[in-house]
């Protein structure tokens, strides 16, 4: 069994900055990619962030020139540093793990972690 657990979600002031933690171990293959998935009560769940092993990175337009993805590949663990918070990056995080190589053949998420932006 594949397990992914993400960390370091909660609340903060618009402006403010969070860093989310995934790690994901277990049966794993080859990684294909980690990334960062949100979503908000009653919206469609969306790509904030992913990171394909072979190098790059992909950001959501909202979060570009706030959000930084990183990895560290000893650890298989993702980051995600959130800068300037605004009240709509509200949601639950998700962490996505995708594995196989050369193309991904298998998915996995984590269970969530909740950021919420208010003053």
């Known amino acids: 069994q594949v397990q992914v657990v993400e960390s370091g979600g909660g609340l903060v002031q618009p402006g403010g900055s969070l860093r989310l933690s995934c790690t994901a171990s277990g049966k794993i293959s080859r990684l294909y990619s980690m990334g960062w998935y949100r979503q908000a009560p009653g919206k469609q769940r969306e790509l904030v962030a992913s990171m394909p092993t072979n190098g790059g990175t992909n950001y959501a337009d909202s979060v570009k020139g706030r959000f930084t993805i990183s990895r560290d590949n000893a650890k298989n663990t993702v980051y995600l540093q959130m800068n300037s918070l605004k009240p709509e990056d509200t949601a639950i995080y998700y962490c996505?793990?995708?594995?196989?190589?050369?193309?991904?053949?298998?998915?996995?998420w984590g269970q969530g972690t909740q950021v919420t932006v208010s003053s």
């Open positions: 996505n793990v995708r594995t196989g190589v050369p193309l991904p053949t298998a998915e996995y």
